[in-house]
């Protein structure tokens, strides 16, 4: 069996917990997961551990790391930015590279983890490849889509009409904080996040890319294959796949996503 090692990783004094898969004594790459926003994060857990586990019997060895505010580090959620979500991504990157010097890394990320794996790229050296599944494109839709979800659970909870968008952005201005099924979300985090546009990062990548739409229709949606467009105009290598699956981030339900972690695997240990 591939051993599996906890570790801690200290960045600007947040303490955060890490587990390496080391994929054997001498791995022909790394791979740095980086996990998606709040609820999503808790729903996807099976499926990065299994990436993991698969990432490292092809000889890859893979570091699974939760952000500060979030699971077994440090932190609360409510003090939780993007700021330090992106230097605790290059402080994971610099300790893969520590680790196994002169080895080929890819950072592979899911929804926010894929955007934040995308903007934090440009200012690694050497340039990792990048595996994106199901990158959330613009922050605003995002943020319109968690509130969305939270108004349905409440409804769905309670058995009331859901709080209003505007009420619960009121709510937002006068708390400071949202609260997403028992998960604070600061009011800086929110406006962080909607101010985020894949666009600007794709931009600026010069590197390697596989983009994966995660969803019912495998057909590649025009908006996928247009931050793929802009990522290939700054010079970069670009893949893009639609694999047909759940959308296993939202469900309470295990699924195995078996497609998606041998497609990604297969192109990560190529």
Not at 7 to 13: D, E
Not at 99 to 127: C, H, I, K, N
Request: hydrophobic share 45%; aromatic share 6%.
């Amino acid at each position: 069996m591939t051993a599996e090692a906890p570790t801690r990783l200290n960045v600007s004094g947040r303490d955060l917990f890490a587990m390496l898969h080391r994929g054997g004594d001498r791995p022909r790459a790394t791979a740095l997961v980086v996990h998606p926003f709040a609820e999503e994060k808790k729903f996807s857990y099976r499926v990065l551990v299994n990436l993991a586990r698969v990432l490292a019997t092809r000889e890859v060895a893979t570091l699974r790391f939760d952000l500060s505010g979030c699971g077994d580090s440090s932190g609360e959620s409510g003090d939780a930015t993007l700021d330090a979500w992106s230097e605790e991504v290059r402080a994971a990157s610099d300790h893969l590279r520590s680790e196994f010097p002169d080895t080929p890394q890819v950072l592979v990320g899911l929804r926010l983890g894929a955007t934040l794996a995308l903007s934090v790229a440009r200012y690694l050296t050497p340039p990792p490849a990048l595996v994106l599944w199901e990158p959330i494109l613009s922050g605003r839709r995002y943020v319109d889509e968690v509130l969305r979800r939270r108004m349905i659970k409440e409804m769905m909870t309670t058995g009331r009409k859901a709080t209003g968008r505007e009420q619960v952005l009121a709510q937002l201005e006068a708390d400071g904080f949202l609260d997403l099924d028992g998960i604070a979300v600061s009011r800086r985090m929110i406006e962080d996040i909607s101010a985020l546009e894949a666009d600007a990062s794709a931009a600026v990548f010069t590197g390697k890319a596989l983009c994966i739409q995660v969803a019912y229709n495998a057909k590649v949606s025009s908006a996928l294959e247009s931050l793929a467009e802009k990522m290939r105009a700054s010079g970069a290598h670009v893949e893009t796949i639609g694999i047909r699956e759940q959308a296993f981030w939202d469900r309470v339900e295990g699924v195995e996503a078996k497609e998606l972690l041998d497609t990604t695997c297969e192109w990560v240990a190529s």
